[in-house]
């Protein structure tokens, strides 16, 4: 597998509260991923999603590289690894007063090298399946947000929602309370497909359409991410913008 990693600014924001983490765990042939956006004042925002991330990952390899039956249940250690996440945001935010309220998104987890993949995801950061076979994209996880739910609802539509004034609201995140629900997905990746795991600095400003389009023209991760972080840039992204590309 290929994998490739950015994370910017972007063109308003004077800190970057996002991080991502790639990391080959070769005991279980496969790439541990993670994305997190943090929340809260901005030092606070930066450290939630730091220490949320390597809590996430940190748990997931050291499970990995355990003695696992052979059948690695992995919607638990990735429920597990989430949990493990959340209290150490939740904890660190009753340090100071400074850290009140702090909290993270977190997308992420487990592509085996047959192109199994096994992910979560709390809050808006996002998952996509971009298959050149068929030439399509689709959406793996579901956004824990205001709009997301009006989404779901049908209340709105997704252009509406592409434009609503609290389409930052968030409805679930990691630190805001002592436990934490999280979704579990499943997903496969034929040979040439794309996991791309992305901040809401990506995804509300270029579609996903255009995510696709941007796939077909640039075929390897690299390239794919640099060009969809170049596009953010020039479309004045006023949110950090992280984006991740795995491809089998």
């Known amino acids: 597998m290929k994998s490739f990693g950015l994370t910017d600014k972007g063109a308003i924001r004077k800190d970057n509260q996002d991080c991502f983490i790639l990391e080959k765990c070769e005991a279980k042939n496969c790439l541990i991923a993670a ?70 998104t977190i997308v992420g987890g487990v592509i085996k090298n047959n192109g199994n993949g096994y992910i979560i995801n709390v809050g808006d950061s996002r998952a996509y399946l971009i298959s050149r076979r068929l ?51 499943t997903f496969s990746l034929q040979n040439g497909d794309l996991l791309l795991l992305c901040s809401d600095g990506l995804s509300n400003i270029v579609s996903d359409l255009e995510m696709l389009e941007y796939a077909k023209e640039f075929p390897e991760p690299e390239a794919l991410c640099r060009a969809l972080m170049s596009k953010a840039l020039n479309r004045g992204a006023r949110d950090n913008v992280t984006v991740v590309a795995v491809m089998r």
């Open 135 to 185: 030439k399509s994209i689709r959406q793996i996880t579901r956004d824990h947000s205001l709009v997301g739910e009006l989404l779901e609802a049908g209340a709105i539509t997704a252009e509406q929602a592409r434009s609503h004034p609290k389409k930052n609201v968030i409805t679930r995140a990691l630190g805001s309370e002592a436990l934490v629900n999280c979704d579990y997905f």
């Open 35 to 104: 994305i997190c956006d943090g929340m809260g004042g901005a030092n606070a925002g930066s450290i939630a999603s730091q220490l949320s991330n390597k809590a996430f990952v940190s748990y997931l390899y050291t499970k990995l590289n355990s003695r696992l039956p052979r059948n690695v249940d992995y919607k638990r250690i990735l429920e597990q690894a989430c949990a493990e996440a959340n209290g150490v945001a939740y904890e660190y935010s009753h340090f100071d007063d400074e850290y009140d309220g702090m909290g993270t």
